[in-house]
């Protein structure tokens, strides 16, 4: 069992040995820069600037859309309720309008019998 156990340990150790150079921590302290780097490193930082700026204005562009689509939401909800409060009274005249229509059909024929009638009489009167 112990050579079982040496024999890992020391492929262990060569695992290693072959991937230290993976594990390396750095030092602490400041990083020596090349002149590229810290250009590198301004312009980065501008353009960093220059998203977050622009970001920051199409968040705002998003905020003053979605307050358009409330009002838009809410005018519609507006002309929808309109509409159909518009319906229903449609509906009632119309109702009504064929009441009115059926009570003067009845009149007329009403007043046309009576019409006929009062000719009847005056043609047998004549005759």
Do not use: C, Y
Request: net charge neutral.
């Amino acid at each position: 069992m112990d050579s079982g156990l040496l024999r890992r340990l020391q492929q262990r150790d060569r695992i290693e040995s072959r991937f230290q150079e993976l594990f390396i921590e750095p030092k602490p302290g400041p990083i020596p820069r090349s002149d590229g780097e810290l250009k590198s490193n301004d312009t980065l930082a501008t353009t960093l600037a220059r998203l977050r700026k622009e970001l920051k204005g199409k968040e705002l562009q998003i905020g003053s859309l979605r307050e358009v689509i409330n009002v838009k939401n809410k005018d519609f909800e507006k002309l929808n309720d309109e509409i159909i409060s518009l319906n229903i009274e449609n509906n009632l005249l119309q109702k009504r309008f064929g009441e009115l229509e059926e009570e003067h059909n009845k009149l007329v024929k009403r007043w046309l019998d009576k019409v006929q009638q009062d000719v009847e009489k005056l043609n047998a009167n004549l005759q």
